[in-house]
Structure formats: C-alpha cells, structure tokens
C-alpha cells in the first residue's frame, strides 16, 4: 500500500471528529472518500497532509509511519494537497502561485511547469494574471496545479468541484483521471458521489468519523442504500 490510515482517531478539543478511521490506497488507484457535511473527509485528508495531529491510530505512507512527521516534510516525502477553498496567493501571479508548490524542491521545475501547463492550457495563458482574480474554476485548476509543482505521489483533494459550473465540473474530472492516468495516485473526497464513484476505482462512505462502507467504486454506484442517500436517490 502506498498511503495507510490505521483505525485513526481525532479530535478538535473534547468533539471527536474521527472515531477510528481506516483507509488504504494503492498505487496507480484513485480512491475517493464519499460522505455528508462533517463526516470527517476533511479532517481526514487534514490528519494526511499534517495539518491536523492525531490522538490515536497511525498514517503510513511509501513504508514508513508519518503520524509525527511535520507538514512540509510530508510534502517532500510525495504528499501533495489541494486544500478546500483552494488557498491561492491572490496577490500573486499565477506562474508565482504555481511556483510556490515547488519552493522546496531544489532542482529545476521547468518540466513540472510544462506539464501543468499542458494539463491547464488556461494557466499558461493567464500566467502573469493575479491569482485572486482568476474566477473559482481557475482558482480551482491553480490549485491543483500547484499541488503538482511539487511532484507528488499521491495527491489529495478536496472538494474540487465545489462551486463550479457543470461544465468545469465534467472538466475537473476528466482532469483528475488524466493525472491519475500520467502515473499520480489520488484520493479525493467529494460532495458530487455521483461524478466521484464514476471515476474512482475504490471508495469508502463516511458517517459521523466512522467509515460505513468500503468497497469498488462501481459497486457502490448500484448499492440501493448508497444510491437513497448520496446519489439523490435516482
Ligand atoms: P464537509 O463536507 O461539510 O466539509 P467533512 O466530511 O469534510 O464535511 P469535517 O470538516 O472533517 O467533515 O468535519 C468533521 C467534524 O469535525 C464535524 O463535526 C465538524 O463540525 C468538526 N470540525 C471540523 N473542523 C473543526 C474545527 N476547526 N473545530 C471544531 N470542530 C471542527
């Protein structure tokens, strides 16, 4: 397994947001954590990165136990995120936003900037443009973009689609499955079941910090259970 949380506890004070949370993804998958508001995806994705510290459990990643390592040291270990909200430098430009997710690494990035350019012709066009005056779509691809500056193993995301037009969505999904087909492994949590399991290989349904349901992404698309509460039932 390339990314492993093992029955992972967290807390924001005395609430407990996650009550033992187990995920695994493999390398090459696309996994994607699928579940309502305040399950627990972002605080998962968070407990990841480093951004938040566990109370019990542990994360593992490329062989090795990360639970105590520092953020940015994930990062460099092949950790990439793009936040929910995005997080973009607004008063920089968009080549400085994207440059900014390579900061840490010391050799020349010029590949990695032609290949995000080639994924997102957009950010190429736009590069001198300020990033806070990108409209959310393009926040949203500057990013993800950022996120692949740094050259990542697996890349986190969360929410991508919030706040898109349906166009952009279909867009940002073609997308995440072209990175992942270039060779990144993805796990990404989603508001939009529907789009999110038709892309993932596997998924797991949170409720209230517990996993509910792990299983091929396919499979859950046609779970009756799955179908009434996250996909509108259709
Ligand atoms: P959403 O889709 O609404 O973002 P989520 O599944 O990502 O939901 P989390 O954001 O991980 O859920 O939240 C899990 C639980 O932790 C929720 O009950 C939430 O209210 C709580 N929580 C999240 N962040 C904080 C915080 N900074 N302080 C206190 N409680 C928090």
Not at 157 to 178: H, K, N, T
Not at 214 to 227: E, K, M, N
């Given at each position: 397994m390339l990314l ?20 695994s993804v493999d390398e090459g998958e696309i996994v ?29 990643f490329d ?15 092949g950790i990439g ?71 990542p193993k697996v890349l986190l ?22 990175i992942n087909?270039r060779g990144t492994t993805v796990l990404l ?12 290989h ?33």
């Open positions: 492993e949380i093992d029955d992972i506890h967290v807390h924001y004070g005395k609430i407990a947001a996650l009550k033992g949370i187990s995920v994607t954590l699928i579940g309502a508001n305040g399950a627990g995806k972002t605080t998962t994705l968070k407990t990841i990165s480093g951004l938040r510290s566990l109370s019990s459990g542990a994360v593992r062989g090795r136990d990360i639970s105590r390592m520092p953020g940015h040291k994930r990062v460099l270990a995120q793009a936040p929910e909200g995005r997080g973009i430098f607004p008063g920089m430009t968009v080549e400085e936003n994207l440059l900014m997710g390579a900061y840490a690494r010391k050799e020349d990035v010029s590949k990695e900037l032609a290949q995000v350019h080639e994924l997102f012709p957009r950010l190429a066009e736009r590069r001198t443009q300020a990033g806070g005056t990108m409209s959310g779509g393009e926040q949203q691809m500057l990013a993800i973009g950022r996120a692949l500056m740094a050259k995301l969360d929410e991508p689609s919030m706040g898109l037009a349906p166009m952009l969505v279909q867009q940002i999904f073609s997308i995440i499955v072209e087909r949590v989603e508001q939009n079941a529907q789009q999110a399991l038709q892309i993932a596997r998924a797991y349904v949170l409720e209230t910090g517990r996993v509910v349901k792990a299983a091929p992404a396919g499979d859950l698309l046609d779970d009756p259970q799955v179908r009434a509460a996250y996909l509108g039932g259709a």
